[in-house]
């Protein structure tokens, strides 16, 4: 894993370090080739198949977990913005110095890389960042003295539709990656459906306006579709509640 201590942020160190000194360096990639690392992200942001992507994604998570710290280092980068959302937003990291808390990201997202089920095959990128949320939630968390919050209907009405916001964010989400891999086991929703949900709620503009364009729909449909969903995985949920007494 890459480190360094050139300032107080590792994002700026591992950004200024990855433009600086590998993204226009040619590595052998596997079956990328002999590449770029920019050429690299590059090529995977301006994909609009949502499943090719996951596919190159992959492939660059079987090269790290391999040794190979050139693609570590692209994964690292095409999920920075991530890191930088845990840090702001994880409880258990607002209280940490910026570069702790970086770090500790950083650490979260390594692991969530190395870590990634092999049926983990939609939405990959954001797979790795609510892993890592989890990772976070379940380490760095722990020694903040915050009680937990039932899911009760009202937390799951917020989690699956919005709402006040109150709750925190990493709480939210944590609940969120809960929700949506028990909706595959059971059948409520399709692999595709939940990465449709993801990509809308967890994603950038640019993923929400490529996967209407690979749906062949408009934005305002795909906001309505995904309504929808969430429509269906918030009476799924209640219903589980009420046959088992608990979530």
Do not use: K, N, Y
């Amino acid at each position: 894993m890459w480190t360094t201590d050139t300032t107080q942020r590792c994002v700026t160190d591992f950004s200024d370090h990855w433009h600086r000194r590998c993204a226009d360096r040619p590595i052998d990639l596997g079956t990328f080739g002999v590449v770029t690392p920019r050429s690299v992200v590059t090529r995977i942001r301006r994909t609009r198949d949502l499943d090719e992507r996951d596919l190159l994604v992959l492939d660059l998570v079987r090269l790290a977990r391999a040794g190979h710290d050139g693609a570590e280092q692209i994964l690292l980068l095409l999920v920075l913005p991530r890191v930088v959302h845990l840090t702001r937003t994880c409880r258990g990291l607002r209280v940490l110095p910026v570069r702790d808390a970086q770090a500790i990201a950083f650490g979260a997202v390594w692991e969530a890389i190395r870590e990634l089920p092999d049926a983990a095959t939609t939405a990959v990128l954001h797979r790795i960042g609510l892993d890592a949320l989890r990772i976070i939630t379940r380490t760095a968390t722990a020694a903040v003295d915050v009680p937990e919050t039932p899911v009760d209907d009202e937390a799951l009405a917020r989690l699956v539709e919005g709402g006040s916001g109150r709750a925190p964010v990493d709480d939210a989400l944590r609940d969120l990656a809960t929700v949506l891999r028990w909706a595959i086991d059971e059948g409520v929703m399709t692999s595709d459906e939940v990465r449709e949900l993801a990509v809308v709620d967890l994603g950038e503009p640019d993923d929400r306006e490529r996967l209407a364009r690979e749906l062949g729909i408009a934005p305002a449909s795909l906001t309505r579709r995904v309504h929808r969903l969430r429509v269906r995985l918030r009476e799924a949920v209640r219903a589980e509640i009420v046959r088992a007494g608990t979530w």
